[in-house]
C-alpha cells in the first residue's frame, strides 16, 4: 500500500483527498468510522479472509444463534499476535471476528454492520469479499490489518492441518462411531 492507493472522504464520501474515487463500500467504511471513532479504515480481499468468512456461514460448530451477532463469527484463540490487537495483553485470549453476509444493497449492509462494531476486535469480515480493520490512526489501522491479517491465515492454514491430520492412513480403517 502505498500513500497515493489512499483517499480522504467527509461523511457524506466525497473525496476531500488522494486521486482515486470512493468505492462502492464507502457507506460501509462510514458506518466503522462513526460507530468506533476510527481515523481510518481499511479493507482487503485476501484469500484467507475471503475463504475463512465464507467457511464461517456454513461450519457446523458455528455458534450464531437467533441471539447472536451478524451472520457467523471467526475465532481465533491462544495466539501471541493478538497481543497487536488493541487492548489485548495476552495470549491467553481469544477474539470472534464477526462475519456478515455478503449483500450488494450497501447501505443494508452498512445498517446490519453497526451493533456488531462496538465488540469486534478492529476487524469485520464480510462473507466472501474480505476484511474490514480500523484503528484511531492510520498506522493503528494498518497495525490491525496486518495482525488481523496474520491472524486469518494461521487460522486457514489450521483448518488444512486438521483436515490432513484426520484422514486416515492408506490401508488404515475407518471408524463410524
Known amino acids: 500500500m ?32 462513526g460507530r468506533c471513532g476510527a481515523g481510518a479504515v481499511l479493507h482487503t480481499h485476501s484469500q484467507a479472509a475471503t475463504l475463512l468468512s465464507r467457511h464461517s ?14 451472520d457467523g463469527v471467526v475465532l481465533v484463540e491462544g495466539m ?24 450488494q444493497n450497501l447501505p443494508r449492509l452498512s445498517q446490519r454492520a453497526g451493533p456488531l462494531l462496538g465488540d469486534a476486535p478492529q476487524g469485520l469480515l464480510i462473507a466472501g469479499h474480505g476484511l474490514y480493520a480500523w484503528g484511531p490512526s492510520l498506522s493503528q489501522a ?24 484426520a484422514r486416515p492412513e492408506p490401508g488404515q480403517a475407518i471408524s463410524h462411531g
Open 57 to 70: 456461514l456454513v461450519a457446523p460448530n458455528r455458534r450464531p444463534g437467533p441471539e447472536s451477532k451478524g
Open 142 to 165: 494498518i497495525r490491525h490489518l496486518e495482525i488481523l491479517e496474520f491472524l486469518l491465515e494461521q487460522s486457514w492454514r489450521q483448518l488444512l492441518l486438521d483436515a490432513l491430520m
Open 2 to 33: 502505498q500513500p497515493a492507493d489512499l483517499i480522504v472522504v467527509d461523511g457524506a464520501g466525497q473525496v476531500l483527498e488522494g486521486t482515486g474515487k470512493a468505492s462502492a463500500e464507502t457507506a460501509l467504511h462510514l458506518e466503522i468510522v
Open 80 to 103: 501471541e499476535m493478538l497481543k497487536g490487537l488493541e487492548g489485548i495483553s495476552t495470549h491467553a485470549t481469544s477474539i470472534e471476528i464477526p462475519v456478515l453476509a455478503n449483500d
